[in-house]
């Protein structure tokens, strides 16, 4: 089993930033780690992910060179640190773990994910 929790989220203005942190924890070894977000009629996307063994890092086209995701091992901590955010990137977003093994899964798809937080809101004015 694998808890998920994440903290962080708010209202800023465009171009203002943000830090979102996602602690799991549990028994089972984590393979990846993502976040997601889903905006109001609109299906749930992949922002960006981190692989454990690696630690290499995946991210969404919308969000590529804005967002930054890191983790750090040693509390169990998840982060997406958001930049230049835009109005666009307002959505509830959402913290996943991947439990289950598997050749090359999309680490971008919500498919690939066992596990997920009950998400925390981000809302970027203009």
């Known amino acids: 089993q694998v808890q998920v929790v994440e903290s962080g989220g708010g209202s800023v203005q465009a171009g203002g930033s943000l830090r979102l942190s996602c602690e799991v924890s549990?028994?089972?070894?984590?393979?990846?780690r993502g976040w997601f977000r889903q905006a109001p009629g609109k299906e749930r996307e992949g922002v960006a992910s981190i692989r454990t063994a690696y630690g290499s890092t995946y991210y969404g086209d919308s969000v590529k060179g804005r967002f930054t995701i890191s983790r750090n091992s040693a509390k169990n901590t998840l982060y997406l640190q958001m930049d230049s955010l835009k109005p666009e990137d307002t959505a509830m977003y959402y913290c996943?773990?991947?439990?289950?093994?598997?050749?090359?899964?999309?680490?971008?798809?919500?498919?690939?994910?066992?596990?997920w937080g009950q998400g925390t809101q981000v809302t970027v004015s203009s």
């Open positions: 996943a773990a991947r439990t289950s093994w598997g050749v090359r899964p999309d680490p971008l798809s919500r498919e690939s994910y066992n596990y």
């Open positions: 549990g028994d089972d070894y984590i393979y990846y």
